[in-house]
């Protein structure tokens, strides 16, 4: 049962454009939700998180927002770099225990 | 380096054979977390340490599997009795206190299993 979908599993933007990627929750209890980047070989690297008493969050080029009422997120890039090629996990707990991962898209950034 | 590490990075093993492997967390982080990712999957949690205590696992954690962290620093995860399906990355994560913090990730033990 995967609580945490992201329906897209690639992307493609040219550089300096701005990347989107979304991410969809069905637990209405999850209260806190990160974004992460993974390189191959490579751990995930932590991106930038969302506490639910917001809706928006911004650090430098990533922004993300929460739609609570949706039950969407979604990760902004911009403008885009090839270095922002990766694969892009969104995350949510209910209890800051346990982290649901959605399946991951790959974005690839064109020069 | 002060972030989370992992050993081995690579296992290959023959089906049936035991395998152990070890996680180095961030030095102040009390909660330390493992996490088992396939192909095309994001990953999925197994469990998790609160200092010395093991508080939570995942019923993915099949009594084949074992996991300790004796003295609240490092942890270990033990595979008995292989099978191909534990082929996977298996990820390690640490976190401090306990509510909405950020589990940051250590680079992960790829296994495969023949």
């Known amino acids: 049962d995967q609580q945490v979908k992201q329906n897209s599993p690639s992307l493609s933007v040219q550089e300096g454009r701005i990347s989107i990627l979304n991410c969809d929750y069905t637990?209405?209890?999850?209260?806190?939700f990160l974004w992460y980047k993974k390189y191959p070989a490579e751990g995930p690297t932590f991106l930038i998180s969302?506490?639910?008493?917001?809706d928006k969050n911004e650090d430098g080029r990533f922004t993300v927002f929460l739609n609570k009422s949706a039950k969407h997120l979604s990760l902004h890039i911009v403008p885009s770099q090839p270095g922002d090629s990766a694969v892009y996990f969104c995350?949510?707990?209910?209890?800051?225990?346990?982290?649901?991962f959605g399946t991951g898209t790959s974005l690839t950034v064109i020069p | 380096d002060t972030g989370v590490s992992q050993d081995p990075r690579h296992k290959i093993t023959k089906r049936g054979q035991n395998v152990t492997f070890r996680c180095d967390p961030i030095?102040?982080?009390?909660?330390l977390y493992w996490y088992r990712q396939t192909l095309g999957q994001g990953p999925e949690f197994l469990t998790y340490?609160?200092?010395?205590?093991?508080?939570?696992k995942s019923r993915l954690l099949s009594d084949r599997f074992s996991a300790e962290r004796p003295k609240g620093s490092f942890s270990t995860l033990e595979i008995q009795r292989t099978e191909q399906g534990d082929s996977a990355m298996y990820l390690c994560?640490?976190?401090?206190?306990?509510?909405?913090?950020?589990?940051?990730f250590g680079p992960g033990t790829r296994l495969l299993v023949l």
């Open positions: 994560a640490s976190s401090s206190a306990s509510g909405q913090e950020t589990q940051y």
């Open positions: 637990n209405s209890m999850f209260d806190y």
């Open positions: 969302i506490s639910s008493i917001k």
């Open positions: 995350a949510a707990s209910d209890t800051g225990n346990q982290f649901y």
């Open positions: 030095s102040e982080h009390n909660r």
């Open positions: 340490f609160q200092n010395e205590a093991q508080l939570e």
